[in-house]
Nanobody, 123 residues
Framework: QVQLVESGGGLVQAGGSLRLSCAAS??????NAWFRQAPGKDREFVAA??????SYADSVKGRFTISRDNAKNTVYLQMNSLKPEDTAVYYC????????????????????WGQGTQVTVSS
């Protein structure tokens, strides 16, 4: 059974940092991503990684870093300089096969999703 389990969310003050983890079991993936959904808003792309390539939403570029530990089959999202507008439920997503970079931000490209972890940034 394939599972993605997120952890690492919590409450942090503006300017602080958090590291989210997404532990995968059951198989490995060629493309991993993070999305987020703020209250009353649609889910949006945050970051993705495939091999040595990465892509970030403009709103998090320079502050967030996506990385992967292949030995642990775990993907991380290091979030620095957090802002209140980063408050959301963060979801990890994964796809077994590669796709073109322009498709990385599309939710429908991902076959597996985690349950989400809450990140709250206070001002």
């Amino acid at each position: 059974q394939v599972q993605l389990v997120e952890s690492g969310g919590g409450l942090v003050q503006a300017g602080g940092s958090l590291r989210l983890s997404c532990a995968a079991s059951g198989r490995t993936f060629s493309l991993n991503a993070w999305f987020r959904q703020a209250p009353g808003k649609d889910r949006e792309f945050v970051a993705a990684r495939s091999g040595g390539s990465t892509s970030y939403a403009d709103s998090v570029k320079g502050r967030f870093t996506i990385s992967r530990d292949n030995a642990k089959n775990t993907v991380y999202l290091q979030m620095n300089s957090l802002k209140p507008e980063d408050t959301a439920v963060y979801y990890c997503a994964a796809r077994p096969t590669r796709t073109i970079v322009s498709q990385w931000m599309k939710e429908y490209e991902y076959d597996y999703w985690g349950q989400g972890t809450q990140v709250t940034v206070s001002s």
